[in-house]
């Protein structure tokens, strides 16, 4: 069984720990990155406009940056996890290529990634639903810190019957 790790900035280590706690001992365990295209892309047109200027182009130091800083996270991850794993970074629409990334595992686990402060759907972001929504295997939905209580449900919509 393969099983991928969706590690996003901030909720990782609760995607580390759901890994450790649920995945079987013999699983392929996969720790994905995956940055989005935008911030470098948009520092590459903003210096693409000053034409004449001198100097390097930003966008290039922030792709470098990424990259470091992704590695760095997998790193951390992996250490967090002790056991053997596989590391992949992607680039990209970030949900598409999560749901990509997870064709033919066993399970993808992520966090979520919305308002954490109470319960419902809320709580995923526009990414964390669309890997719900679209993942090709079953999915471990984590929260990053513990559950807000269940009289954070909010109350059912006025047209609502019991």
């Known amino acids: 069984m393969r099983v991928i790790a969706w590690l996003v900035e901030g909720t990782w280590p609760a995607c580390v720990d759901a890994v450790r706690a649920h995945a079987p001992g013999d699983a392929e365990v996969v720790l994905l990155h995956v940055s989005g295209p935008e911030v470098p892309a948009v520092a590459h047109g903003a210096f693409a406009g ?3 200027r ?39 629409r970030v949900e598409r290529e999560v749901v990509a990334a997870a064709e033919g595992a066993g399970l993808l686990v992520l966090a979520r990634d919305g308002d954490r402060s109470r319960l419902g ?12 929504d679209h993942a090709p295997c079953p999915v471990l939905l984590v929260w990053p810190e513990p559950a ?14 019991p």
Do not use: M, N, W, Y
């Open 50 to 52: 000053l034409l004449g």
């Open 54 to 92: 001198r100097g390097q182009d930003p966008g290039d130091r922030l792709e470098a940056l990424g990259g470091t800083s992704a590695t760095a996270l997998l790193d951390a991850a992996a250490e967090r996890l002790g056991r053997p794993c596989v590391r992949e970074e992607r680039s990209g």
């Open 148 to 161: 807000p209580r269940l009289d954070t449900i909010p109350p059912p919509p006025p047209h609502h019957h």
């Open 121 to 132: 759907p809320k709580s995923l972001g526009p990414a964390v639903r669309f890997a719900v």
